[in-house]
């Protein structure tokens, strides 16, 4: 889908959230307050005919940037496990402000989610061809949108992301870095919506 294309998906999903007076925070909580490291949607959510999923959450406050209100986790499904159940890759996590909109995009340890730890090159591939299904809903066609709208941003985080792991096993022969909780966030980029959506829908 061409980017110009997930840039009309964002816009239409904004607008479809300011006619319910929500975005895309309030749309997951449901009316829910939400408690430090408490995950929502219950379940998670599971969108793009099953190929994606992920979940919201808020840090406490000392652990979290200021004016984040929390962010999403996604993962890319990626194969299955010895059982035959589908195995996960976690992709990027999208930040979200006290407004409710998005502020960065970044990339986490492996021992952050648990998930199965795949390459940049590998996770990369995640991220082509990302389309967003007619029956997709509004918060699934705005991540879907975010995710291909900053496809090339994304690519360059996790190629960094690679790196920095890299360098902090060459500089500090840490060993097991993947499971070190000194090393959390590995890479990120800020978000300016406004901006790049004048930017992919002028071309």
């Not at 061409?2 to 319910?20: C, G, Q, R, T, Y």
């Not at 652990?63 to 194969?79: D, I, M, N, T, V």
């Not at 006290?98 to 970044?106: A, I, L």
Request: glycine share 6%; proline share 5%; aromatic share 8%.
């Amino acid at each position: 889908m061409p980017v110009a294309e997930h840039a009309l998906n964002i816009l239409a999903s904004l607008s479809d959230f300011a006619d319910k007076q929500s975005n895309v925070v309030l749309d997951v909580l449901a009316g829910q307050t939400p408690h430090e490291n408490e995950k929502f949607p219950k379940g998670e959510l599971c969108f793009a005919d099953s190929r994606w999923r992920g979940f919201y959450h808020c840090h406490p406050a000392r652990e979290k940037p200021p004016q984040e209100h929390g962010h999403f986790h996604l993962f890319a499904r990626c194969g299955e496990d010895q059982d035959g159940k589908a195995d996960w890759t976690h992709v990027v996590a999208l930040s979200i402000d006290n407004q409710g909109q998005p502020r960065s995009w970044f990339t986490v340890n492996q021992w952050v989610t648990g998930s199965r730890w795949l390459p940049a090159g590998a996770t990369i591939e995640m991220l082509n061809d990302i389309n967003v299904p007619e029956q997709a809903s509004i918060t699934e066609k705005f991540l879907l949108s975010m995710l291909g709208l900053y496809c090339e941003e994304l690519k360059g985080i996790l190629n960094e992301r690679d790196r920095q792991l890299t360098q902090i096993n060459a500089n500090d022969n840490m060993g097991d870095t993947l499971n070190n909780r000194e090393v959390y966030v590995l890479s990120s980029i800020p978000i300016d919506l406004q901006q790049r959506l004048h930017s992919a829908v002028s071309k």
